[in-house]
């Protein structure tokens, strides 16, 4: 089976504050893909990032960074200098490779409010 | 279009109704997902289209619930004497990916809230 935590369901911060948002994922599957989304208030989920199960190194996109560890199954998520655009609940997602299925098993997502 | 495409954006329908929500994924994506988010959660694999063919739709909830893609392009996700509890934004996103290596990412429409009274 397949699973993806986010433990932390609601954070609030203020403008320019740096956040991580906590990613833990299960898979017997030797090859996955993670991802990231963003779900602003408009309701789409807006594709961030995917990473594959082999290749470990951390990622920098602008203001966001992502820090992926096999050895404890994390894959999270900084804002750096955070906006108020920034404000959405984020998803994190796993696809296995096992069966051919192509689903994405995503976490429970958290809601990040960033005030001026 | 751009993007994927899903309409109606809101369906209001009586318990016991029929409904059918429609999504016309980007040109050229031969895989196409149906999801399923309810209110705080995250969204819920439904099934899962390569082509024509359903090549995984063990998320649907039971057998009211089907799905089909004709010509291999746009789907409709059809649910038969509607429940309450179906109420719930249903999201499609569809993908290049041809080769089942699961690689590409999946891009989302915007949704159909669907709400039965």
């Known amino acids: 089976a397949q699973k993806v935590t986010q433990a932390q369901t609601e954070i609030s911060v203020v403008e320019k504050e740096d956040v991580t948002l906590d990613c833990v994922y299960e898979?017997?599957?030797?090859?996955?893909?993670l991802f990231w989304y963003k779900q602003p208030p408009s309701g789409e989920l807006v594709f961030l990032i995917r990473?594959?199960?082999?290749?470990?190194q951390n990622e920098i996109s602008g203001r966001y960074s992502w820090n992926f560890q096999k050895s404890t199954s994390s894959f999270n998520f900084t804002i750096t200098a955070s906006q108020v655009v920034d404000s959405a609940v984020y998803f994190c997602?796993?696809?296995?490779?096992?069966?051919?299925?192509?689903?994405?098993?995503f976490g429970k997502g958290m809601k990040l409010t960033v005030n001026p | 279009g751009a993007g994927v495409s899903q309409t109606p954006s809101n369906k209001v329908t009586e318990k016991g109704k029929y409904v059918e929500l429609r999504c016309d994924p980007i040109?050229?994506?031969?895989?196409l997902y149906w999801y399923r988010q309810s209110l705080g959660q995250g969204p819920e694999f439904l099934i899962y289209?390569?082509?024509?063919?359903?090549?995984?739709d063990s998320g649907l909830p039971n057998d009211r619930f089907f799905a089909v893609r004709p010509e291999g392009s746009v789907s409709t996700l059809k649910i038969q004497r509607t429940e309450r509890g179906d109420s719930a934004v249903y999201l499609c996103?569809?993908?290049?990916?041809?080769?089942?290596?699961?690689?590409?990412?999946?891009?989302f429409g915007q949704g159909t809230r669907l709400t039965v009274v």
């Open positions: 997602a796993l696809r296995g490779t096992q069966g051919g299925s192509e689903k994405l098993v």
């Open positions: 040109s050229g994506h031969t895989a």
């Open positions: 289209f390569q082509g024509t063919g359903a090549a995984d």
């Open positions: 990473r594959n199960s082999f290749d470990e």
């Open positions: 996103a569809s993908s290049i990916s041809g080769t089942g290596a699961g690689n590409t990412e999946a891009f």
């Open positions: 898979t017997r599957d030797t090859t996955y893909y």
